[in-house]
């Protein structure tokens, strides 16, 4: 495989260990050696040094059938900044006491690219369209948590992120161009919340709303996500997003007081 980049300062091998973490997928979670190095189009000698590596690090792990696995510890890679950002302590009891509230799940994501990824989630037992997760990532424009992300950006922030490929994999129903879209999220900004109805897949409805800092600035959206055959749009607007807001409220205050925490520096 070619760098993917001409800075000297890229190093070509921690690139290429990531490539093979993100070659595991619920499609893919035992692969053999040949299969890792296709996935990723490193030759194989390379890709068994790399994952002889994860494994000495905990990482992998080798089953008695020679195929490879990824262990639970690669969780820590997304945890760690989860920890440091201090959302997920934060927020925790507040969509907890949500999700009793309701009976549905709710889900905190931020912006990667034009890509919305979750980094916190409380979830109840229903079948829906799409599987959710910590790290699960889903195009930006087709999702509540995605428009009110967006409406926080400023102008050129906003036309630099919509510049960028999705990187999600999913085929949403809906594409809105970019007048379109310019529409929604000034309804988005003028409202202060967002509600999409199936158009990122059929089934799924959301509303969400914004999570700020304590000098006001978004970091993070929340929202409430129900099957569109169970709750119907007005329900999920007059009864769930009141409940929200004063959720989302709470996090943002929450979070203000912890952010304005001195911290002791790191030694």
């Not at 070619?2 to 300062?9: A, F, I, L, Q, V």
């Not at 007005?234 to 979070?255: I, T």
Request: avoid cysteine.
């Amino acid at each position: 495989m070619s760098r993917r980049d001409d800075d000297p300062n890229f190093i070509e091998a921690i690139a290429r260990g990531f490539d093979v973490i993100k070659a595991f997928d619920p499609q893919a979670p035992v692969m053999a050696l040949s299969e890792v190095a296709t996935a990723t189009g490193l030759a194989r000698p390379t890709a068994r040094r790399i994952l002889l590596t994860l494994e000495s690090l905990g990482y992998v792990r080798v089953l008695p059938s020679g195929g490879f696995t990824l262990t639970a510890r690669v969780l820590e890679l997304g945890l760690s900044y989860v920890q440091a950002m201090g959302l997920w302590g934060v927020a925790r009891p507040h969509m907890e006491r949500l999700v009793a509230r309701t009976r549905e799940s709710t889900s905190i994501a931020q912006l990667d690219g034009s890509d919305i990824v979750y980094v916190a989630r409380v979830a109840v037992p229903k079948l829906i369209t799409l599987s959710v997760g910590i790290g699960t990532r889903f195009p930006a424009r087709q999702t509540s948590l995605g428009k009110v992300l967006l409406a926080g950006l400023e102008p050129e922030e906003l036309d630099k992120v919509l510049a960028e490929p999705s990187r999600a994999g999913v085929e949403p129903r809906h594409r809105p161009d970019r007048a379109e879209l310019d529409a929604v999220l000034q309804d988005v900004r003028a409202k202060g919340w967002s509600l999409t109805d199936e158009e990122l897949a059929a089934g799924i409805r959301s509303v969400a709303a914004p999570l700020r800092d304590g000098t006001g600035r978004v970091v993070a959206a929340m929202n409430v996500t129900v099957h569109a055959a169970e709750t119907s749009v007005e329900k999920l607007r007059g009864e769930y997003l009141p409940l929200l807001l004063q959720a989302a409220g709470d996090v943002s205050a929450d979070f203000a007081r912890y952010d304005s925490i001195p911290r002791r520096p790191l030694a």
